[in-house]
């Protein structure tokens, strides 16, 4: 028998609901960076762009890892609609996660493997 917070997560999956926050403009950003950096609370940040198969492939899991990990913080930013903060962050592959912590990279998945996105989110929250 699962948990309340479980069936919640499960429930939040089935509806299409996310708990990925979507950033759609540099401004938006800034603010959703200065606010998160002055914690150390993880932020994983899925580099993706809309024409790219292997991002679409790993966004269900993405969107999972979410509601299942709710003491991080999870975004996603198309590539192509704010092509700013890639290049801030040195992006040269589509999907990219970067793992944030106290206002720091901790970790950098290149592509779409789903196992080390979620062991690594599972070190940092437990460290």
């Given amino acids: 028998?699962?948990?309340?917070?479980?069936?919640?997560?499960a429930y939040a999956a089935e509806e299409g609901v996310s708990a990925v926050i979507a950033i759609h403009s540099v401004g938006e950003w800034t603010q959703n960076w200065e606010s998160h950096s002055q914690t150390n609370k993880l932020m994983v940040i899925d580099f993706s762009a809309s024409w790219c198969g292997p991002c679409r492939f790993v966004e269900p899991a993405f969107k999972a890892m979410a509601s299942q990990y709710s003491d991080a913080v999870f975004v996603k930013i198309d590539v192509d609609e704010i092509p700013e903060v890639s290049k801030q962050w040195k992006v040269q592959a589509m999907p990219t996660f970067v793992l944030a912590k106290g206002g720091q990279e901790v970790g950098r998945i290149v592509g779409a493997k789903k196992d080390e996105l979620e062991r690594r989110i599972q070190e940092q929250i437990n460290t």
Avoid: E, K, L, R
């Fill in 1 to 9: 028998m699962g948990s309340f917070f479980s069936s919640q997560a």
